[in-house]
């Protein structure tokens, strides 16, 4: 069946971006549940962003009574891509199809016929497509690493432990995770040497981590970092 989705242009934080309709979506992808719920459900398990992904305008409809205002949800074109293949379904491969369609006609790319060539043109725009999205991710997960590393430089203040990380991080010292590793032994030994306790951290992407007090960090990672650069 052919996919009927009609594509507009909203301004999103100022720049022009094609949407379609989040009703108009949901009936093409043959979903029958409450529209506002499958909106929110979609937004949330795609991690979709407002007024980046999509814009949520009130629009009102005049009736007897009065006006019924609603929601609606306008969605961009890659963000319709990614509900449609989440719906995991035959009709949501042709969803997809068809917005990708879109983008072609958008950038200009022309209609083949020759099936080979149609499928290499495909593919080429398939892998920028996912390169878009790991370098979207890659900045998401630069982002998450900054901020995990700000409330590690922050851990247990009073009484001055940090983790190798996040004390690096406090002194403006660049260290990966496999070099925060082999001085995290080091400052552990030394720890054991002096007698001081090695505390324990909750690290949302390592699980527990140890720390250890500042004067053994301040012996370490100087020393440490001159023989990683």
């Not at 609606?72 to 491969?93: L, N």
């Not at 260290?175 to 082999?182: F, G, L, N, Q």
């Not at 552990?188 to 007698?195: C, E, P």
Request: aromatic fraction near 6%.
């Amino acid at each position: 069946m052919k996919v009927n989705l009609p594509i507009s242009e909203r301004q999103i934080e100022g720049e022009l971006i094609k949407t379609c309709s989040g009703r108009e979506l949901r009936d093409e992808l043959g979903v029958t549940k409450d529209y506002t719920t499958w909106a929110k459900a979609q937004i949330k398990r795609a991690r979709l962003v407002e007024n980046r992904d999509y814009l949520l305008t009130q629009e009102g409809e005049q009736l007897p009574s009065g006006t019924k205002w609603r929601s609606e949800y306008h969605f961009s074109i890659d963000a319709g891509k990614h509900i449609a293949m989440m719906s995991g379904t035959q009709r949501g491969s042709e969803v997809r199809d068809y917005f990708l369609d879109c983008e072609k006609k958008a950038k200009g790319i022309p209609s083949v016929k020759d099936p080979q060539i149609a499928a290499v043109i495909f593919a080429l725009t398939r892998v920028d497509a996912v390169e878009q999205e790991q370098k979207r991710q890659a900045e998401e997960l630069a982002k998450i690493a900054e901020n995990v590393a700000v409330i590690e430089a922050r851990t247990q203040p009073e009484n001055k432990h940090f983790t190798v990380m996040g004390y690096a991080n406090l002194i403006g010292m660049s260290v990966d995770t496999r070099t925060a590793a082999t001085l995290g032994k080091r400052c552990a030994s030394l720890s054991r040497q002096k007698g001081l306790v090695i505390g324990d951290v909750k690290d949302p992407r390592f699980g527990n981590v140890h720390s250890y007090h500042e004067s053994v960090l301040q012996e370490i990672i100087p020393m440490g970092a001159k023989k990683a650069a």
